[in-house]
Every structure is written in structure tokens, then in C-alpha cells.
């Protein structure tokens, strides 16, 4: 089924210039092999996904992500059900204050999110709106020059926002999606701590300019949340981050679609740390030394 028969058959409304779609017509309860085929096309064109009034049950929502790949609830915070709903990860908030920086999902992990998908249980009537940014759009405009040096480099990602430092992985700062061959920009304000090939000042100032560089409006789509929503999005060319403007409780139930191996180019250059003094290095300097002597196996002394 080509896209264009999934529109005369469904209901799809482009959000915004750069990525989002709303889709109806159909129940995502009832979907089947073909409809998924199709949710999946829909996915690689459009990067985030909007299912309005569909009120899925936990049941109904585990289901539904199933067939998308292996499912995982969340590896550092846990809730109350996750012993009924081990894949599902439930948030309550009310003040604000929850995903409100721009970020990936599970970027720490050696295998990081491949895809999201939301309910939106109960949100308030204002406020709480999320923003999604397309990573390869973002690559794309960048400088020829910007283009190849970050083609050519890694980034440190750990999970210090959930209190756990001690989680790392090493990312490239430019992956390739393996469906669209498109590239992305795989950094974010909120898991990425350093370029490994950088002593810690270029890292610095390198990262400060590509976290701020996602978030510009071109690169975005801004979505307000209707109760029993679903929103599903690709987490290998997308950030998101929600806004922190709502005073009234906001319910979501989340399950995760774990397995995807980042991939790039492969960096261009040795690690900085094996080339900066001990005396000089910065904390993120002596994680990275760590993480990467506990990857060789304490073979060398990478910070040396």
C-alpha cells in the first residue's frame, strides 16, 4: 500500500513544515498487519504521529506497541504499575517541571529508544504542550564545513537527570536512520555530556551551539494534547521536550521500542583523553577515561 492510498483511506494532516502529522480513520486498537505497515511508512515521512480520540486501555496500548519491536517500561524510574504493565511508564505531574529540556529518549544506553509512543491519559485545558524537532533537517542546514567535522566525531551520553551517572554510552554526534539514509543530529541538552574527541572547552562550546542549534522553530512542531490522544514518534531523528507552562495534573502512559544501534560514519579521531594531562582533565574528562578503559577491558589506562 503506497502512501498515497494510506490518504485516501485515512485522514492525514501535515502539522507543520518540518515534521508532524494528525491521522484519522481509523482505531489503532483494531490495527492490523497492514495498517501497521502503513503507520510505519507514515512514521519515516512525517517523524511524529498524532491519533486523536482513541482512549486506549493499558491492555490496548501494549498491544498496540508490540508489533513495532521489543517493548521496555523505563530502565531508571519506576511507578506503582509496573508490576501489571511492566512496559509501560506512567508519569503524573502537575506545576510543570517534567521533560522540559530538549532530549532523546534513552540516549545513555548502548541501544538507546527507537520509538516512542504516548497516551495522553488527562492534560490539562492549557499548557503542556510538546515540541518535537527534526534532527535531519537540522543536520542539513548546517555549513559544509560543520557538516563533515561533525560527521566525524562521537558524544558521551550518561543518565545523570535520573540520578544515575554511572550508565553511559558513546553515540556518533551525526547518525545515519537505517530506513530513510537520512542524517541526524544525535546530541541534546539532556543526556549529552561531551565530544569525545575534544578537550573539554571546544566540547563545550561545540555542544552549547548544537543543542541550541535543534531547538530553532524551523526544525519544529509544537502539539497541543487532547485526553485519549496518541502520539508516537521516531526517536532516531527526533528530540522533544515538553513545555512547562501548566498548573493542572497531566497523565501520560508511555511504552518504549527498544533495539536500534545508532550508526554513523565513525569518528575521525582518537579520544581527547588520551592526550590530555590528569592534572587538566575536567569531570567529564575523567568519566569519559573511565568509560573508556571499562570498554577495553582495563587493557590501557585511557586517561593517560
Not at 490522544?229 to 521500542?257: A, K, P, Y
Amino acid at each position: 500500500m503506497a502512501t498515497e492510498a494510506i490518504r485516501n483511506q485515512w485522514d492525514v494532516t501535515r502539522l507543520a513544515g518540518a515534521l508532524g502529522a494528525e491521522v484519522r480513520g481509523l482505531r489503532l486498537a483494531d490495527a492490523d498487519e497492514v495498517d501497521i505497515a502503513a503507520i510505519k511508512r507514515l512514521l519515516n515521512e512525517h517523524m511524529v504521529l498524532f491519533f486523536p480520540e482513541q482512549h486506549m486501555s493499558m491492555d490496548e496500548h501494549v498491544a498496540f506497541g508490540r508489533p513495532f519491536g521489543p517493548l521496555e517500561g523505563h530502565p531508571n524510574l519506576t511507578d506503582r504499575n509496573s508490576v501489571q504493565h511492566p512496559e509501560i511508564f506512567k508519569l503524573t505531574a502537575s506545576q510543570g517541571g517534567i521533560a522540559d529540556e530538549w532530549h532523546t529518549d534513552l540516549t545513555f544506553q548502548a541501544e538507546p529508544a527507537l520509538m516512542s509512543i504516548l497516551n495522553m491519559v488527562k492534560c490539562p485545558d492549557t499548557g503542556g504542550d510538546t515540541m518535537w524537532s527534526n534532527l535531519c533537517a537540522a543536520f542539513e542546514a548546517l555549513s559544509p564545513p560543520m557538516q563533515e567535522m561533525c560527521t566525524g566525531l562521537s558524544a558521551l551520553h550518561d543518565a545523570h537527570p535520573h540520578d544515575r551517572a554511572d550508565k553511559m554510552a558513546i553515540h556518533p554526534v551525526v547518525r545515519v536512520h537505517p530506513e530513510t539514509g537520512r542524517k541526524a543530529l544525535y546530541v541534546n541538552e539532556h543526556f549529552t555530556r561531551r565530544i569525545v574527541e575534544m578537550s573539554a572547552p571546544e566540547s563545550d562550546a561545540l555542544l552549547v551551539f548544537l543543542t541550541r542549534w535543534v531547538q530553532n522553530p524551523r526544525f519544529t512542531v509544537r502539539y497541543h494534547w487532547n485526553e485519549g490522544t496518541i502520539g508516537m514518534w521516531d526517536n532516531r531523528c527526533t528530540q522533544h521536550s515538553v513545555l512547562n507552562d501548566f498548573t493542572e495534573e497531566r497523565i501520560i502512559q508511555r511504552v518504549t521500542v527498544m533495539g536500534d544501534r545508532p550508526e554513523g560514519a565513525g569518528a575521525r579521531w582518537q579520544p581527547w583523553t588520551k592526550q590530555a594531562r590528569r592534572s587538566a582533565m575536567s569531570r567529564h574528562d575523567r568519566q569519559l577515561g573511565g568509560f573508556l578503559k571499562a570498554q577495553a577491558g582495563g587493557a590501557a589506562d585511557a586517561a593517560e
